[in-house]
């Protein structure tokens, strides 16, 4: 816009103007809804930047969850609502859509073949093709009462030749694939629909939390060599494990940080709220924790020996580790994965989890960072936010939302047939 015969306030109301018409940077948004806050993210992707910025964030309390699961609709919508809010004053986006993660022990992975016949006549096959196998995957025999939420396609075969990762141009009579299929109950499904209706995020995607933090965390070179992140949060503890470059195995323990301050509130005798704040300010796994410790509530002031608090809390993460073991020993990965175990979550910072895991698993263990992002917002920091991030990543790794197929409606749509354009854009 030409502005310069105008007066100078005029000039103003132009640069305004001009700001308005000029394309805005595209920004993307991730939302966690998790047992203890809803934490919403906004990213942008600004001229010729190579990864997002950090623009806005919100963390909200709620308390409308429980193990990952719609208990409280209400609740869920008003933590909702703020959060939203709150990220849509520091970032200064209009948020209608996000990324949101689906969380909660009934969400189980499958494995799942698909096999079709290359009917073209040269037998070349093609975009269709690949999507038409990965259909056929999905058409499997679901546990009453569950959805796919999620297809990953791991490895197709043309004319029994194995590990083939993109089959398209090759040619071929027989087309299979090895997928991953992720379910989850739909009347949790419902549930979620109806808080994001209410509080007017329409979901753009939906992914395991476990995923998403994956997204955050892991480097090519893990997702490759084969990597577990495990979130642990306040009501689950999510597992992904990525292995040359796809999901191999997702799954969800009822069971995170609040079963170690219900366990720490029974055995030291205290009300819950004494657990929580002794467990974070004082707890730990490392040997040497003896003597006494002590805090002070409403003037009132609480003693606590360290050795029974470590008794406490290592006897709930040896059951949570032994869990995620026998996970791995499902898919025959037990002390088997090069690229390691990545810990996130607010679960994750007890102070010497790391040597701890690393000892029941027998594997490397780090907390997982995503920080590398450049952030424009203060306060944002940490194991915790790991999920919330790696959602706005998928956000703008998806791009809009699938053209989804309409034989289940709204919410409750599969992303049947575009798994695998999907997957590609995972793994850059
Ligand atoms: N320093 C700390 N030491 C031990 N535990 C901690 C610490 N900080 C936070 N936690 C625990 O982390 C848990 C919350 O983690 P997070 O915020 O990731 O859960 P969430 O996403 O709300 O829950 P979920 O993923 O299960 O739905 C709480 O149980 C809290 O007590
Ligand atoms: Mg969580």
Request: contains cysteine; charged residues 25%.
């Given at each position: 816009m030409q502005c310069s015969f105008l007066e100078q306030s005029d000039q103003q109301v132009c640069a305004i103007l001009t700001l308005m018409q000029e394309p805005s940077i595209p920004f993307f948004v991730g939302v966690d809804i998790g047992t203890t806050a809803v934490r919403c993210v906004v990213g942008e992707m600004a001229g010729d930047a190579t990864q997002p910025s950090i623009i806005g964030f919100s963390e909200v309390e709620n308390s409308g969850m429980r193990k990952g699961n719609v208990a409280h609709a209400e609740e869920i919508v008003q933590a909702l609502v703020s959060a939203v809010n709150e990220a849509e004053r520091t970032s200064g986006r209009t948020i209608k859509s996000a990324t949101i993660n689906v969380n909660g022990s009934h969400v189980q992975g499958l494995n799942s073949k698909g096999v079709i016949a290359i009917s073209s006549a040269n037998r070349e096959i093609s975009v269709d093709d690949r999507a038409r196998v990965e259909e056929a995957a999905t058409i499997v025999q679901l546990p009453a009462n569950k959805d796919i939420i999620q297809v990953f396609a791991k490895n197709y075969r043309v004319?029994?030749?194995?590990?083939?990762k993109d089959p398209v141009g090759m040619h071929g009579v027989r087309l299979e694939v090895d997928t991953h299929i992720v379910l989850a109950a739909t009347p949790a499904l419902k549930n979620l629909e109806q808080v994001l209706e209410r509080a007017e995020v329409r979901p753009s995607h939906r992914t395991v939390s476990g995923l998403a933090a994956a997204e955050a965390v892991l480097d090519r070179k893990q997702k490759e060599s084969g990597a577990l992140v495990v979130d642990i949060g306040a009501g689950t503890t999510n597992l992904t494990v990525i292995e040359d470059g796809e999901v191999e195995h997702v799954a969800v323990i009822p069971m995170g940080g609040m079963h170690v301050t219900n366990d720490l509130a029974i055995g030291l005798k205290t009300e819950l709220e004494i657990a929580e704040m002794v467990k974070i300010k004082h707890a730990t796994l490392?040997?040497?924790?003896d003597g006494e410790t002590s805090l002070v509530k409403d003037g009132q002031q609480y003693h606590f020996d360290r050795s029974l608090m470590r008794m406490i809390v290592s006897a709930r993460m040896e059951e949570l580790f032994e869990f995620i073991d026998k996970e791995l020993k499902r898919i025959h990965r037990s002390k088997k994965l090069p690229g390691g175990v990545v810990l996130v979550g607010g679960?994750?910072?007890?102070?010497g989890l790391i040597d701890f895991a690393k000892e029941e698993l027998q594997l490397p263990v780090r907390l997982g960072k995503w920080e590398s992002l450049p952030i424009v917002v203060d306060n944002i920091k940490g194991p915790r936010y790991a999920t919330a991030v790696g959602l706005m990543l998928l956000d703008m790794l998806l791009g809009p939302a699938a053209v989804y197929d309409?034989?289940?409606?709204?919410?409750?749509?599969?992303?049947k047939g575009s798994a695998s354009s999907i997957l590609k854009r995972i793994k850059k």
């Amino acid at each position: 816009m030409q502005c310069s015969f105008l007066e100078q306030s005029d000039q103003q109301v132009c640069a305004i103007l001009t700001l308005m018409q000029e394309p805005s940077i595209p920004f993307f948004v991730g939302v966690d809804i998790g047992t203890t806050a809803v934490r919403c993210v906004v990213g942008e992707m600004a001229g010729d930047a190579t990864q997002p910025s950090i623009i806005g964030f919100s963390e909200v309390e709620n308390s409308g969850m429980r193990k990952g699961n719609v208990a409280h609709a209400e609740e869920i919508v008003q933590a909702l609502v703020s959060a939203v809010n709150e990220a849509e004053r520091t970032s200064g986006r209009t948020i209608k859509s996000a990324t949101i993660n689906v969380n909660g022990s009934h969400v189980q992975g499958l494995n799942s073949k698909g096999v079709i016949a290359i009917s073209s006549a040269n037998r070349e096959i093609s975009v269709d093709d690949r999507a038409r196998v990965e259909e056929a995957a999905t058409i499997v025999q679901l546990p009453a009462n569950k959805d796919i939420i999620q297809v990953f396609a791991k490895n197709y075969r043309v004319d029994g030749q194995d590990n083939i990762k993109d089959p398209v141009g090759m040619h071929g009579v027989r087309l299979e694939v090895d997928t991953h299929i992720v379910l989850a109950a739909t009347p949790a499904l419902k549930n979620l629909e109806q808080v994001l209706e209410r509080a007017e995020v329409r979901p753009s995607h939906r992914t395991v939390s476990g995923l998403a933090a994956a997204e955050a965390v892991l480097d090519r070179k893990q997702k490759e060599s084969g990597a577990l992140v495990v979130d642990i949060g306040a009501g689950t503890t999510n597992l992904t494990v990525i292995e040359d470059g796809e999901v191999e195995h997702v799954a969800v323990i009822p069971m995170g940080g609040m079963h170690v301050t219900n366990d720490l509130a029974i055995g030291l005798k205290t009300e819950l709220e004494i657990a929580e704040m002794v467990k974070i300010k004082h707890a730990t796994l490392h040997a040497k924790a003896d003597g006494e410790t002590s805090l002070v509530k409403d003037g009132q002031q609480y003693h606590f020996d360290r050795s029974l608090m470590r008794m406490i809390v290592s006897a709930r993460m040896e059951e949570l580790f032994e869990f995620i073991d026998k996970e791995l020993k499902r898919i025959h990965r037990s002390k088997k994965l090069p690229g390691g175990v990545v810990l996130v979550g607010g679960g994750s910072q007890l102070p010497g989890l790391i040597d701890f895991a690393k000892e029941e698993l027998q594997l490397p263990v780090r907390l997982g960072k995503w920080e590398s992002l450049p952030i424009v917002v203060d306060n944002i920091k940490g194991p915790r936010y790991a999920t919330a991030v790696g959602l706005m990543l998928l956000d703008m790794l998806l791009g809009p939302a699938a053209v989804y197929d309409d034989v289940q409606p709204g919410f409750m749509q599969t992303l049947k047939g575009s798994a695998s354009s999907i997957l590609k854009r995972i793994k850059k």
